[in-house]
């Protein structure tokens, strides 16, 4: 498990992975958007969460559901808003 916090940014970054299987949450706990420059293991991820989405009562998201990483990549999210993401089964065999 990694965790980062980003404390100027009030950002908070959880990563946690067990064999093939790797997730990882952000957390936006400030007034205000942000966006910060994430470590996210090079491949693609699929959202599977986000606050912002109306379905939750959000505000609507801009967050891709989609995500190609080359190892750094920007993340921008709203103001109290999270965002889950799952590596994909297509990056896994990719990378054996």
Do not use: C, H
């Amino acid at each position: 498990m990694e965790v980062l916090s980003y404390g100027e940014e009030k950002i908070l970054f959880i990563r946690r992975w067990k064999g093939k299987e790797e997730v990882f949450i952000t957390f936006n706990f400030g007034d205000s958007s942000q966006s910060v420059n994430l470590s996210i293991p090079a491949g693609e991820w699929r959202k599977q969460l986000d606050s912002e989405e109306e379905i939750w009562n959000g505000r609507g998201s801009a967050v891709p559901v989609r995500i190609q990483s080359g190892g750094q990549m920007p993340l921008s999210l709203e103001r109290k808003a999270f965002v889950l993401f799952v590596r994909t089964e297509e990056t896994e065999y990719a990378a054996s």
